[in-house]
């Protein structure tokens, strides 16, 4: 009985060692970043090129990865902060790195990434949760009172980020003044703060999913002090080889997308598409589960993020480095973001959503993508 019971021990440690293990992938792409710098791929043509970008949409995803671990380590409010900026280091760095470019004017690309990132959240991803959600259990339900706070916040951030610079007169046209761009970068911080506070402290139950919905998902055991220091490690490995690649590839990114003879609003929406590609997995994967609450923490979640921590951030270089940002949006675009407003209200305001309000969402968002190719 004691030799069977220590096999069974040895066997369970094992099993709770490679479970405990981080992926082989998460190692291995923050190294290969490293290796593609020194060897300096990013400044060959062709094959060294295609290397990079993919082991940088690689690091991408380690960062992501290695951020979540560390996130659910650290508990909340913590761990989200940590998630979010996380993320925003990403997106900045691949904003900042096409704004120093010479191949075009990309002073409209922090507009065009945040437009993109907004339309993808709020009618993309939430979008393909309600249909994949709908089609698989027919009506789901989420707690109102947290999505409606969300939507609140966002409202209030897209209209002052991406609207009022038009109708601002100190400077002509989609600009705002320095003293405005700072006083906007402060009052988004100020307001994403908040949000944080209400979802993680003071009113955390509004964004819990309901007892019937919830599994052992939910109640995973966080990482061990070991885990999370190597995670930690990797994290900043993958972060600095996002910045590096980001800016040695910007060039080729722009010269690619000018010579194909597209709008350059395109590569915002591929910075939002890469940045926002592990989170939008995790919500549609919630959803199928008929976890549709968790998938609209992540999705709005994502969406306030962007806007209150990359606006401020790259107001800040901008400032510093004396770069020009255009954050105003054209009727087009603001005809679009007042319709997903308006129908995300709408279709949300309910507590419960089927397959209709998901084929609406993705119905704009088609429509999004159609005149951003098609102007």
Known sequence: MTDSANTTAHATSRKLLRKDALPIWSIALPVAGGLVMMAGMAAWNGIGLAVAAIVLIGCVLAAVHHAEVVAHRVGEPFGTLVLAVSVTVIEVSLIVSLMLSDEADASTLARDTVFAAIMLILNGI?????????????????????????????????????????????????FFSPSQLVFVA???????????????????????????????????????????????????????SVVLLAKELAPALEAGVIAAGLPLAIVGVAIAALVLGPESLAAIKAARR??????????????????GLTIPAVAIVSLILGLDIALGIDPKRMTLLGLSLIVAVISLGTGRTTVLQGMVHLIIFAAFLFTTIVP
């Open 126 to 174: 939430v979008g393909i949760c309600l249909l994949v959600g709908g089609v698989r259990h027919y009506e789901q339900v989420f707690v109102l009172r947290g999505v409606s706070a969300a939507l609140c916040v966002l409202a209030a951030l897209a209209v002052l980020t991406l609207v009022l610079p038009n109708y601002t007169l100190s400077r002509a046209g989609p």
């Open 186 to 240: 402060v009052i988004s911080l100020i307001l994403y703060a908040t949000f944080v506070l209400i979802q993680t402290v003071r009113h955390r139950d509004y964004f819990l999913p309901s007892e019937d919905c919830a599994n052992e998902d939910s109640h995973a055991a966080p990482p061990s002090n070991e885990q999370t220091g190597v995670a930690f490690g990797l994290l900043i490995a993958a972060l600095v």
């Open 290 to 307: 008929n976890r549709l609450q968790t998938s609209l923490n992540l999705a709005l979640g994502s969406a306030l993020a962007t806007i």
